[in-house]
Structure formats: C-alpha cells, structure tokens
C-alpha cells in the first residue's frame, strides 16, 4: 500500500502525506519513540515500508541495488524456456525451499508495451530483467503460472556482481 501507484489509480493517502512532507529518496521505515517499527496494519504485518517512487531499469526500481551492497544477475526469458508469465525466484544456496527469496521478479511479456506485446507475436522479442542480489551463492528457480519447475540453476555472484560460476540445467 506504501507504493505509488500508476497514475489513474489512488495511493493511499499515508503515502501521498509521507511523500509531500518528507521526500525520501529510499525504502524507510517509521518507528516509534520506543525504537519499535509502525506498521499500517498491527494485526496483519509487523512493519510497513515506504517506497518512494524511483527510476526503473528493465521495470525494476533503482533502489533495488541497496545502493550497491547487491548486484544486478541479468535474466532472459530463456531461462524460463520462453514460456510466460514466469516467476523468477533467488534463494541463498544453504537454505530451503520454502525460505524467503533474496531477490523474485516475473517475466511477463504480456504486461509490457504494446509495442513489445506486437513484437512477442512475431518472436522479435527478447523478454529480460536484472535480480539484485548480495555477493555469495544462490539457486535460481523459474516456475510457470501453475507452479511447474521450468529451470533451476547454482550461481555464485561475484563482488564486482558478474557470475564468478554457474551451472544450470532445466527442470522438464
């Protein structure tokens, strides 16, 4: 809810009164006197996040780097084995399937610009976008609309963000 929404749609008006008055130029989070973080929601969630509005790089906002303790992983729509909506998701290679994602985005041509949604038709596309994540060792798993395994691949991000190694290998 503390996001800008596309224009046409309403933001919530906590977020319109934070943004006017205060500005921020990176995700914030309130807490109160006791040092203990606000939350929109009490009942629901046990923080809220104030995302400002931000420049986008392949649809993904510039804070997303953690101005640079994370790197950009560049991903194609071939990972996925070119099959959309696809859902990319990065965890640390020592956790669980079921542990929170260090970086997920979705692969969806569809949602693009009309331009782009011609050019998907005619296969003159090439659908990509950038996973930030902190230098170290990751599984990265791509997953179709109905949860089907579609890739899954080992890689190590380097400090400089590029792979120091991968291997991947399909998941059907």
Request: one cysteine or more.
């Amino acid at each position: 809810m503390l996001i800008e929404h596309p224009p046409g749609t309403e933001s919530h008006p906590y977020y319109l009164a934070a943004i006017e008055r205060l500005h921020p130029s990176v995700p914030t989070v309130f807490v109160n006197a006791k040092g203990e973080p606000w939350t929109l929601r009490p009942k629901a969630y046990d923080v809220s996040v104030l995302f400002p509005a931000s420049p986008k790089s392949d649809e993904r906002p510039a804070w997303a780097d953690l101005d640079g303790l994370r790197k950009a992983y560049f991903v194609t729509g071939d990972f996925c084995q070119k099959q959309f909506p696809c859902l990319i998701e990065a965890r640390y290679a020592n956790e669980g399937e079921d542990a929170i994602p260090a970086d997920r985005l979705v692969l969806d041509p569809m949602n693009a610009s009309n331009r782009v949604n011609e050019k998907v038709f005619t296969g003159d596309v090439e659908v990509h976008s950038n996973l930030y994540l902190r230098p170290g060792r990751y599984r990265i798993t791509g997953v179709d609309r109905d949860n089907h395994s579609l890739a899954r691949k080992e890689v190590t991000i380097g400090t400089e963000g590029s792979p120091a190694s991968a291997s991947a290998r399909p998941s059907r």
